[in-house]
Nanobody, 124 residues
Framework: QVHLVESGGGLVQAGGSLRLSCAAS????????MGWFRQAPGKEREFVAA???????YYADSLKGRFTIHRDNAKNTVYLQMNSLKPEDTAVYYC??????????????????WGQGTQVTVSS
């Protein structure tokens, strides 16, 4: 089992920045592939970014250049740095983990474990 806890969400003005954190426990973090997804009201949960165990990354096309995912294996934590935020970035952001850490996963069904989510609200 892997337990994931997100933090760092909140209210920010358009153009601002936030850094989300996801702390993992229960399994060797360095072996996990990690991802971030988000879900806006009335919409499907969508892929944001992913990182493999060795630091390879992948982003949703629409978010490249504004969002950055990175991990600190010593702290069992993955981060999502979000810059130049827009009102359309408003959503609940979820952290996810997959046990086969060698690859990058972009589909919800590929992930074994999920956090409870953290709300990000961007005001105009």
């Amino acid at each position: 089992q892997v337990h994931l806890v997100e933090s760092g969400g909140g209210l920010v003005q358009a153009g601002g920045s936030l850094r989300l954190s996801c702390a993992a426990s229960g399994r060797t973090f360095s072996s996990l592939a990690m991802g971030w997804f988000r879900q806006a009201p009335g919409k499907e949960r969508e892929f944001v970014a992913a990182i493999s165990w060795n630091g390879n990354t992948y982003y949703a096309d629409s978010l490249k250049g504004r969002f950055t995912i990175h991990r600190d294996n010593a702290k069992n934590t993955v981060y999502l740095q979000m810059n130049s935020l827009k009102p359309e970035d408003t959503a609940v952001y979820y952290c996810a983990a997959e046990r086969s850490g060698s690859y990058i996963y972009t589909k919800k069904y590929e992930y074994d474990y999920w956090g409870q989510g953290t709300q990000v609200t961007v005001s105009s």
